[in-house]
């Protein structure tokens, strides 16, 4: 069963995690995220700086966007299938 969680809560150790965010236009949206941090950042290369940690994901193949999410969802029948 699905449950939500404030996202202060969720994990930031580089897994992905389904996230709730509102964008721009007040759309909530539901996507995978990944917390990254500044040298997670800078080992990809070009110029990050602290500002940029945070939560991220992709809105097309090929573009990510830093995104402020309210909650994360933990699945648990998503865990058993990885048993």
């Known amino acids: 069963m699905r449950k939500e969680h404030p996202i202060t809560t ?14 721009f236009d007040g759309q909530l949206n539901e996507s995978p995220a990944r917390y990254r941090r500044l ?25 990510q966007k830093k995104i402020d999410p309210t909650a ?3 699945n648990p029948d998503d865990e058993a299938e990885d048993d």
Not at 40 to 56: I, M, P
């Open 10 to 23: 969720a994990p930031q150790d580089g897994r992905t995690v389904t996230v709730l965010w509102t964008d």
């Open 39 to 63: 040298e997670q950042l800078q080992k990809a290369g070009g110029d990050w700086n602290e500002s940029d940690t945070g939560w991220w994901t992709f809105i097309d193949s090929t573009t």
């Open 72 to 74: 994360w969802i933990e």
